[in-house]
């Protein structure tokens, strides 16, 4: 098992994360719990700021908070000097609740309700990425009745097919997002946005997909907008003031993964951006990107307690923890593979192959197909690594389950950002039928 940022096998033989033994953690906090290296969230940031710092362009860093958003994760982003995506009001709130300043969140998402918008605007924020003709038509018409403008980026579909999983790839044109470059859309929705009293167009965005590993898919998106900005600098006369290119940086989730580090994929955009808005006679646009999994995913590890066992003779050995797809999705929704290693004794052979399944009351819920662990035994504590992204993030109560609680770990402390949900919180919501006809 690959050992991230500050992780550890400590003297005990027991994995260490932040400087804290994750079996007592699992003692103090229960198990399944999700453990962040906060010195390694801190890294990934920086590591993202400081390549743009010396490219010299103008820059935001925005945290796609979908991959994990707390307030606690707010907060941390937001002492790094990132910016924040956010894609929902929920998210929004979640981010104004942790006191993130509001002109440094980016508002996404292709259905924007009204009240999402209004609830942008009193807040403040730093721009919307308009999706479609009907957002741009509300925020005009919305920000107009308060007279204010609203600055946006709006959202375009290149024509890039990242090579990644299909749920997951968002830059080609049958994509249910942004507007699209090859038809007339693109171009339309700029002249719209041009021509609105009520809004203020910074430029353009795209985001190609998730777990990209080159970065010949960004290459390409950044000559493709470049074509497209020429081509609008030709028609229209506007040049763009933010040229924003999205997240999607690969990330390890098992030993084979080679990922590139924060600082290619930013020295590769920006070296880009420079040569072919150079070479086309448009001016230097400031530069932004929205890394999420990048920031946040390898730094996350979730710990369950091994329970029951099911061995069938010559096919396969199944391994039940006391989570599953109501903690990780991502295996049953994307077949994403994962590594694992028994927590409490990370020193001993690893020659038992098994499958890691999860209590959830449905076929689907494998965690890892084929590991090699220590013979198991009930109650010892499995680590998945890299768990971070869209494990929390996507979380759910499916058979009524409850959440897992969130821990920080950083130089031997631990704390609590999410509480452990409850069998109350589970009901929290649920009403008894008070009709006559069911009273007896
Ligand atoms: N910007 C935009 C506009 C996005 O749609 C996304 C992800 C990101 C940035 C951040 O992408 P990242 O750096 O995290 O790859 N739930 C999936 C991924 C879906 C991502 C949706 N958008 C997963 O578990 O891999």
Redesign the pocket.
């Known amino acids: 098992m690959y050992l991230h940022g500050t992780s550890r096998i400590n003297e005990k033989g027991h994995l260490e994360i932040g400087g804290c033994d994750t079996v007592n953690l699992v003692e103090e906090f229960q198990s399944p719990l999700y453990v962040y290296d906060e010195e390694l969230i801190r890294r990934k940031c920086r590591a993202f700021i400081n390549a743009f710092r010396d490219s010299g362009f103008s820059f935001q860093v925005a945290y ?1 908070s ?2 994990f958003c707390t307030m606690a994760m707010c907060q941390l982003v937001e002492e790094e000097g990132m910016s924040l ?1 956010v ?1 929902s009001a929920g998210e929004l709130y979640t981010a104004l609740q942790a006191g993130f300043p509001a002109d440094r969140i980016h508002f ?1 998402g292709n259905n924007k309700s009204i009240e999402e918008i209004e609830m942008a605007l009193d807040a403040k924020i730093g721009c919307f ?1 308009a999706d479609n003709f009907y957002e741009l038509e509300l925020l005009n018409q919305l920000a107009m009745e308060r007279g204010e403008v609203a600055k946006v980026l709006l ?1 375009i579909t290149p024509g890039v097919e990242a090579h990644t ?1 299909e ?2 790839s ?1 830059g080609q044109q049958d994509s249910k ?1 942004g507007f699209d470059v090859i038809s007339d859309q693109a171009l339309r929705a700029i002249q719209t946005s041009l021509a609105a009293d009520s809004l203020e167009l910074l430029g353009v ?1 795209c ?1 190609i ?4 590993f080159e970065t010949d898919g960004f290459l390409m998106a950044v000559e493709r907008v470049a074509a497209f900005l020429q081509e609008v600098k030709e028609k229209t006369g506007f040049t763009c003031t933010v040229a924003n290119f ?4 690969g990330i390890r989730y098992t030993e084979g993964d080679t990922p590139l580090q924060p600082e290619d994929y930013v020295k590769a955009i920006t070296s880009k951006v420079r040569e072919e808005f150079t070479k086309r006679d448009i001016p230097l646009p400031e530069l932004w990107i ?6 946040i ?1 390898d730094a996350g590890t979730t710990l369950y307690r091994v329970g029951s066992t099911k061995e069938i003779p010559g096919v396969r050995k199944y391994l039940a923890v006391d989570g599953g797809m109501t903690d990780n999705l ?1 295996p049953a ?2 077949q ?1 593979v994962y590594e694992a290693a028994l927590a409490n004794r990370m020193n001993e052979a690893a020659d038992d192959l098994v499958s890691i399944a999860g209590k959830c009351c449905e076929s689907g819920d494998m965690l890892i197909w084929d590991v090699k662990l220590p013979v198991a035994r009930p109650g010892d504590i499995l680590a998945v690594t890299s768990t971070g ?2 494990g929390y ?2 979380s759910n109560n499916y058979n009524r389950i409850a959440r897992p609680a969130v821990v920080f770990v950083r130089d031997g402390e631990a704390e609590i950002v999410v509480e452990r949900e409850t069998y109350a919180d589970i009901v929290k919501n649920d009403r008894v039928i008070k009709r006559a006809s069911l009273q007896r």
């Open positions: 796609a979908k991959a995506d894609v996404h990425v959202r999983h749920y997951i968002t997002f965005h985001h997909g998730s777990q990209i999205g997240g999607g940086f929205e890394p999420g999994s990048s920031v995913g991502r929704l994307y994403a992204a869209y993030a996507m």
